[in-house]
């Protein structure tokens, strides 16, 4: 089965703790993507990738690294320096190429909190 | 910076009735245009993609664009109770998304 799948499931963290959160593809994808969302709000970009071995920040990604070594694979670090990282994360892939043919799917998420 | 807006609801429809969720963007050369569905606690669903003006079906889903109003939206005909969930609008341009934080539909039984 193609997807996206997303690891843990949920994950706790304490005060002061860097976590990694793992986002795996298996659907020939060039771009991968990782988003935050907190309640009542949209999906905010955290940082997206088009190629391996190169990426770009979005809109939130202070407190948080990633790293593209692999097409398949876009984990997510969420360092110390985040302040605020309870969250639902999401990971999304793509083609790249076209003007607009760029549908993102998700994986099913991590649900992060700080303890 | 690029705001996309939804009437965030909740918006309460009876089963079988007609549900309409509207959506309008700011940035004038948005490309490409989504509507996702999200249940609670569960990751946005892709349900329909339209990149030119006019309606695109897809079953009991009909989204309509008009580029030159800048508004997107999105109607499910024949409503199900199953429908119930947040639909989110998002709008591309190039190889981001912004989206919108999203409508509660409620479909009573």
């Known amino acids: 089965d193609g997807g996206i799948t997303q690891s843990p499931k949920y994950l706790f963290r304490k005060e002061g703790q860097n976590v990694t959160l793992s986002c795996e593809q298996n659907?020939?994808?060039?771009?991968m993507y990782w988003y935050r969302q907190d309640p009542g709000q949209g999906l905010r970009l955290i940082y997206y990738?088009?190629?391996?071995?190169?990426?770009q920040k979005g809109d939130i990604a202070e407190g948080y690294s990633v790293s593209r070594e692999k097409k398949e694979s876009f984990p997510l670090t969420v360092t110390s320096a985040q302040k605020n990282p309870t969250a639902f994360y999401l990971c999304?892939?793509?083609?790249?190429?076209?003007?607009?043919?760029?549908?993102?799917?998700f994986g099913p998420g991590t649900r992060l909190t700080v303890l | 910076q690029k705001e996309v807006e939804q009437n965030s609801g909740p918006l309460s429809v009876p089963e079988g009735a007609i549900a309409s969720l509207n959506c309008t963007y700011s940035?004038?050369?948005?490309?490409?245009f989504f509507w996702y569905r999200q249940y609670s606690g569960k990751s946005p669903e892709l349900i329909m993609s339209i990149y030119s003006n006019g309606d695109k079906e897809d079953g009991r889903f009909t989204a309509q664009l008009n580029k030159a109003s800048q508004y997107v939206s999105l109607l499910i005909r024949d409503s199900q109770p199953s429908d119930s969930a947040t639909y989110l609008c998002?709008?591309?341009?190039?190889?981001?998304?912004?989206f919108g934080t999203g409508t509660s539909l409620t479909v009573i039984p």
């Open positions: 998002a709008v591309g341009t190039g190889n981001q998304f912004y």
């Open positions: 999304a892939s793509s083609i790249v190429g076209g003007l607009a043919y760029n549908e993102q799917f």
């Open positions: 659907l020939n994808h060039d771009a």
């Open positions: 990738s088009q190629i391996v071995n190169d990426f």
């Open positions: 940035d004038r050369g948005s490309q490409s």
